[in-house]
């Protein structure tokens, strides 16, 4: 577990700001691809129930852009932190639960 982590001495890290970045821009398409799901197949569609309760107070776009932007803060906290292994973990998992399911129907339209 050890491995996960690094302190907050240590110095900065490539691999760290790649990651965060790569992390940045998996959100921003997730809420990108969202938007586009629901605007063609309607609320419906989002299997996440905490993203769908927001839409459905706030609206599509402020609920997406909440939810993203505490996704996006916690992103960044961890990358303060030294956590880089996390956050590659976290884009890879997105990347795969989030972005290819999203984007296979929408090309496939």
């Not at 700001?17 to 959100?27: R, T």
């Not at 992103?75 to 399911?101: C, E, F, M, S, W």
Request: with cysteine; net charge positive.
């Amino acid at each position: 577990m050890r491995h996960l982590y690094r302190r907050w001495d240590t110095p900065r890290s490539a691999f760290g700001d790649l990651m965060v970045v790569g992390f940045l821009v998996v959100q921003c398409l997730d809420g990108v691809l969202t938007y586009f799901g629901v605007s063609i197949w309607g609320p419906g569609i989002e299997a996440n129930p905490l993203i769908s309760m927001a839409m459905a107070v706030a609206g599509p776009i402020p609920g997406l852009a909440g939810a993203k932007l505490v996704a996006i803060a916690f992103g960044i906290v961890l990358h303060l932190r030294r956590v880089h292994n996390v956050v590659a973990l976290l884009t890879l998992i997105y990347l795969t639960v989030a972005i290819v399911p999203w984007a296979a129907p929408l090309l496939a339209r």
